[in-house]
């Protein structure tokens, strides 16, 4: 059964700084994996999605990297901004069956202090 | 562009009553779209998988006669918690894809408190 953990839980910077989060995965067949951000109370925004073939993905200031043999990604968030600040989530699209459900990571709350 | 809307964002309703979530993609046709369930500090937990015109497809331990699915357009999926008790308060997310290589577009999620 694939397990989605991600450390830290919660994070709190300085603004400025650069930042990695991490997520790990069980089972390395995954067919794509996908980050999200949340916000309190609202729904998830799309930040990258990285298919099983790519290492990693670009947009901005984030990058999010993908070693499927370790069952490992990481998003490195690079001058954060207190706007920033919100729960970062990853899922993993196991694909199996023919099915395309996502199995979401439990979170890392992160929070940049002006 | 890829835009779901979610409808209601807030519901506080007294239980027993039926309770009824929209789900829509405004500017894509969806081919699946996923409702999903999240309890405070938690993260999401799927709880079905609908696809257009056909049955949704329920994960283990989420009961489909008391969670309605229906999928009855490329644009709009709806789900209705019956007969609703306090239990069953949390935040519903709705998420759509056109297919398993483009990302999922959440909806802003629903609130739903039962007194």
């Known amino acids: 059964k694939q397990e989605v953990t991600q450390i830290p839980a919660a994070l709190s910077v300085p603004e400025g700084e650069n930042l990695v989060l991490n997520c790990s995965f069980t089972?390395?067949?995954?067919?794509?994996l996908q980050w999200f951000r949340q916000d309190p109370g609202k729904g998830l925004t799309s930040l990258l999605l990285i298919q099983s073939s790519q290492r990693e993905q670009t947009s901005g200031r984030l990058n999010a990297s993908l070693d499927k043999s370790s069952g490992r990604s990481t998003l490195y968030i690079a001058a954060s901004q207190p706007g920033d600040s919100a729960t970062y989530l990853c899922?993993?699209?196991?694909?199996?069956?023919?099915?395309?459900?996502?199995?979401f990571g439990t979170g890392t709350r992160l929070k940049v202090l002006a | 562009g890829a835009v779901v809307s979610q409808h209601p964002s807030w519901v506080i309703c007294k239980s027993g009553t039926s309770v009824k979530i929209e789900c829509r993609s405004l500017d894509f046709q969806a081919t699946t779209m996923f409702w999903y369930r999240q309890f405070p500090k938690q993260s999401l937990m799927l709880m079905a998988t609908?696809?257009?015109?056909?049955?949704?497809?329920?994960e283990q331990g989420v009961e489909k006669d008391k969670f309605l699915i229906n999928h009855a357009s490329l644009t709009l999926s709806t789900l209705t918690v019956t007969s609703a008790h306090p239990e069953d308060s949390s935040f519903y997310i709705c998420?759509?894809?056109?297919?398993?290589?483009?990302?999922?577009?959440f909806g802003d999620g629903t609130r739903l408190s039962i007194l």
């Open positions: 899922a993993v699209n196991p694909r199996t069956s023919g099915t395309y459900k996502y199995i």
């Open positions: 998420s759509a894809t056109t297919d398993s290589n483009q990302p999922q577009h």
């Open positions: 609908s696809n257009e015109g056909s049955k949704a497809t329920y």
């Open positions: 089972d390395s067949a995954i067919y794509n």
